[in-house]
């Protein structure tokens, strides 16, 4: 990558793609196309031809996303979405000759059972959680591809595996939001309504670990700069929180006092989730900087202001 590449973000809209394109920006890139979705459909081939005509560099990070809720509603269009984006994508990119690919997978792809820290060569040795299993999946066909396409024509495509992302402008509609936005709209709610106790899903011994949105965009864009490997490597700050723990941490930063009352019908998840993040140190000197509770109050501070302000629901 030079100052001059054209740089084509999908996804560079959104919550995660936003703060990659601002990177970009702070390190002097300004050759950025951001294809929007509405314009864009990536599930055809021809749209992902004509997005990628003339780019240096692509990176991928368009994505059919939510939480347990609609990972069970919705399977299919999961698999299908995410895998065929990717897929077409990674494909024109090649014809065309893009010069680097950077795919942004997803941690859902690790097997449930993953001794813990996750370490990127135990990706294959078991299946999914079953509740994002089709997502993981569809994603994790994306790194076979880019491998392939290595082995086969040479191809430079690099294949990144970020953990759980949270921060300001994060999604927080309830039928698609993950954990942490899910939780602080429920406490905001609570709080607006005078309720003595939220309920939370399943019962509060599963761990996640996160990383601060802006921290996992200098990884991505650090990756993009300097590595050029064949091997997945994951992005996070190799720490790890129970979600009772982080239902008692988020309650705390927004004041709420009341009980929480646990559902054990509802699902778990994926019982740990916890990275070894030594090789992206190794390989680019990736480094998260920001502390879960700096996060977590930047998080809820923006959310509670664009609350005020009527600008979210």
């Known amino acids: 990558m030079d100052k001059n590449s054209r740089i084509v973000v999908t996804g560079g809209a959104g919550f995660l793609g936003s703060c990659v394109v601002e990177e970009l920006k702070k390190r002097g890139y300004s050759n950025i196309f951001v294809p929007r979705s509405k314009e864009n459909d990536l599930r055809t081939p021809e749209t992902c031809r004509k997005i990628v005509d003339k780019a240096d560099v692509v990176i991928h990070l368009a994505a059919k996303v939510g939480g347990i809720g609609y990972n069970l509603n919705n399977p299919g269009s999961l698999f299908y979405d995410n895998a065929i984006m990717g897929i077409n994508l990674i494909e024109a990119a090649r014809r065309e000759g893009v010069k680097k690919f950077v795919c942004v997978g997803t941690i859902c792809a690790y097997p449930k059972f993953t001794p813990v820290p996750f370490k990127e060569e135990n990706l294959w040795s078991g299946y999914p959680e079953e509740t994002n299993a089709p997502y993981g999946l569809a994603k994790k066909m994306l790194l076979v591809q880019l491998q392939s396409y290595r082995q086969q024509y040479g191809f430079n495509g690099i294949y990144l595996l970020p953990v759980n992302l949270y921060g300001p402008g994060d999604n927080f509609n309830p039928e698609s939001s993950h954990v942490i936005p899910a939780l602080v709209k429920k406490v905001y709610d ?7 106790k939220i309920t939370v899903w399943g019962d509060g011994s599963p761990s996640r670990e996160f990383l601060y949105v802006e ?10 700069e300097h590595y050029n490997g064949h091997e997945p490597v994951n992005l996070g700050i190799g720490q790890e929180i129970s979600i009772k723990d982080l239902v008692t941490t988020i309650c705390k930063a927004m004041n709420f006092n009341g009980t929480i009352e646990w559902d054990t019908s509802k699902p778990n998840g994926q019982p740990r989730r916890c990275l070894d993040v030594s090789r992206a140190h190794s390989l680019f000197k990736f480094k998260a900087n920001t502390p879960f509770e700096d996060g977590l109050r930047k998080t809820v501070m923006w959310y509670e202001q664009q609350r005020k302000n009527n600008k979210l629901l």
Do not use: P
């Open 215 to 224: 921290d996992a965009a200098k990884g991505i864009v650090d990756a993009a």
């Open 190 to 196: 609570a709080k607006e309504r005078g309720d003595k």
